[in-house]
């Protein structure tokens, strides 16, 4: 039987350029190499947002990831999946004023809770444009906000809310949603009830913050900034309550397991690393080409008959 | 036999496998010669350009069952290089009834409705016929239809089962027909032979406000229409008074920005008819059809705000007609009424038009309007039998008064 087996195997069918005689071996024990995303890159496996070509404040439609990466389809993250489907507010990241001159003023329509994410959504109006920030701790509607670009000699006095410039506020304001590079939209400082402290001036043109961590980080002084808290204090105090509700969170279950090393129970107490200075990275643009190879490196026995 | 000999032979091609998985991903190098072949002005080539075989491929027409639809973009036979900012049936305004004021350069002199609308007491008798309109349209029709999701924001995961019964257009328009019924058959012959009252009409007004391009396009859901005009409601003068600020927002927030559009100039009744004045308009707000761009709840004011830019839009198209299309100040005010209305709460309207100078002329427009007014508490089967609690005869009382009106 097995001798006739690879016999069977021996014979191809030929039509054009196609042989069929792969379809004969075993398709069952048959390996594909698939590669993974590395996690932890600032990507999210837990739903894609579609975003239109143009800023919208409709809130879009999205898509649960489940824990899996969209592109190989396989699992990469435990413990995602499932929960309440939200709509994703879109959130203006780059807060831009004028870099000389008065600021411009925006007011603030509405504070809406958003699915999406612990910190709440604040809908600020100004000419005929409407765009999402977050949300400080006592923002409420009617407030009027200020964004400018302008380093004055003097610190500025800022009010919550308002954008600046890191280099522009004084010593000790707590701020939040920080650029890390100039011109980049504030990516740092986005969870409820967070925020930053502007620690000292450092040579260069830089500001040291430290942030929600205890670690300090040294950006450039044109980096924007909000000032404030951000809201929805209570979150982190706040129990979850119970399992069916994290569930609704999009969590699944966890094992339950004390994992002493993993770092998850709480971290070692140690000196804290030393300050990081944020400087922009020349960016690589030399191509990387990925190489194939059809056939097999060695001709044992198996792939004799195989192929 | 021992077998670990063979299962710890090492197998030199999966070796080889899993090295070029790391090392066949290569950077290339940067060797410098692209760069001196364009010094000595050499074309360089890609060398995926010069090996991809060229195909021509021709274009077929298939001949389908209907013709594609036209893209939206510049080739659109409507496309225009000048945005149009539009209002219609199912928009809002941000800032509601006060943005509305800026855009139609309308004040509102009063709180309330203006004296001359007076209410009239029904008896015992005509308030059970009323009470009986109400059930009939929001509980006893025999529509069975879908009706929207229900969803309850404290326990979101929970679906509720999907509910059948009567849509709200249907019980918006059973319950005005029947309430004008009743108005109609409480009022004199003489009256009543000068209204007719048509369901669906469009109006559309075009203008020009501070270099924007602005049109409403909205609909009547049932207009009652007259022999006479309505007559002015104040000579007032209007000039001192102020309209409201909304800065740092442009009243033209939230107005649907398109390139793609027709302008129209439409009042849907020709003045050659007999009965072609307004008089009344009916609203119907759907939360369902009608909402927020960014999907919130539609506020108190924005509801009000809907009202006076439908009164406006009815009596400017009119105006237009009547006067022709360069009239700034109008010889004689129109006056309009609204009534919007859920099935549950109304809202009533009055709207002068003075001018259609909307650039800050010095005469305003005027507006009247009462609160949110709720026609009952619950309307519904309560274990199984017909209930209608909280009653309001408020409602009607306004109804007879705005349809008496003259």
Known sequence: MNCLTKEFAKLTFRCGQYPFSKILGGVRYKIRYVEKPQIGNGKSFRRIVHYPTDYTVKPLNVTNLGGRDPKSGRLVVKGIG???????????????????????????????????????????????????????????AGDLIRTSCYIPRIPVRPNEGDAYPLGALPVGTQVHCVEMYPGMGGNLIHAAGTYATIVRKAPDNHVVI???????????????CTVGRLSNVEHSSTPI?????????????????????????????????????????????????????????????YTQFRY | MKKSVVLFRQHIGWHFTKHWRVQ????????????????????????????????????????????????????????????????????????????????????????????RISL????????????????????????????????????PAWNFPRSYGITQKRRNQLVISGLMQLV????????????????????????????????????????????????????????????????????????NIDNIYEIKEIYPIKSYVKKSHPHTVFINFDKE?????????????????????KAFTVSASYARQMYGKD??????????????????????GIFQLNTLDLEGGETKNIWYQTPLLNLFHNCSYKVGKPVLEGYNEEVVKHLYAFYNNN
């Open chain 2, 120 to 155: 009239k007491n029904f008896t015992d008798g005509e308030n059970n016929h009323i009470k009986s309109i109400i059930l009939q349209s929001h509980v006893f029709d025999a529509e069975q239809k879908k009706l929207p999701k229900i969803k309850d924001p404290e326990r």
């Open chain 1, 82 to 140: 499932g929960g309440i489907k939200h709509k994703y507010h879109w959130i203006d990241w780059k807060r831009v004023g004028p870099s000389e001159g008065p600021p411009q003023v925006e007011r603030v329509i509405k504070i809406i809770k958003d699915g999406c994410r612990t910190a709440f959504v604040a809908l600020v109006a100004y000419e005929d444009k409407l765009k999402y920030i977050l949300a400080t701790e006592n923002m409420k």
């Open chain 2, 327 to 348: 009239v700034k100040l109008l010889p004689k005010p129109v006056t309009v009424q609204s009534v919007q209305t859920d099935g549950h709460f109304y809202h009533f």
């Open chain 2, 24 to 115: 066949g991903k290569r950077k290339l190098l940067e060797t410098g010669a692209e760069k001196a072949l364009k010094e000595k002005q050499l074309p360089v080539y890609q060398a995926e350009d010069i090996l991809k075989e060229e195909r021509q491929y021709e274009r077929i027409q298939v001949i389908g069952y209907k013709d594609k639809p036209v893209p939206l973009d510049e080739n659109h036979p409507n496309w225009h290089n000048r945005p149009l900012l539009s209002y219609r049936d199912n928009n809002v305004l941000l800032e509601g009834l006060t943005q509305a004021k800026i855009l139609t350069n309308t004040v509102q002199l009063k709180d309330g409705l203006p004296e």
């Open chain 2, 289 to 309: 059809e009608v909402q927020n761009i960014y999907e919130e709840e539609i506020t108190h004011t924005q509801i009000f705000g809907r009202s006076l830019l």
């Open chain 2, 184 to 255: 109609e058959s409480l009022s004199t012959q003489d009256l009543v032979k000068d209204r007719v009252i048509l369901n669906d009409l469009i109006f559309s007004y075009p203008f020009l406000k501070y270099d924007d391009l602005i049109q409403f396009q909205l609909t009547g859901d049932a207009v009652v229409l007259s022999s006479k005009p309505l007559s002015p409601i104040t000579i007032e003068p209007t000039e001192g008074i102020a309209l409201e600020d909304i800065t740092p927002i442009k009243p033209t927030i939230t107005l």
């Open chain 1, 241 to 301: 309550g119970s399992a069916q509700k994290n569930r609704e969170l999009g969590n699944r279950p966890r094992s339950g397991l004390w994992q002493r090393k993993k770092g998850i129970h709480g971290r070692k107490l140690r000196k804290p690393p030393p300050l990081r200075t944020i400087k922009a990275l020349e960016k690589d643009n030399t191509e990387t080409i990925v190489l194939t190879c059809d056939r097999p490196f060695v001709k044992t026995l």
């Open chain 1, 210 to 224: 430290t942030m929600p961590s205890k670690r300090e980080f040294s950006l450039p002084a044109t980096c924007m």
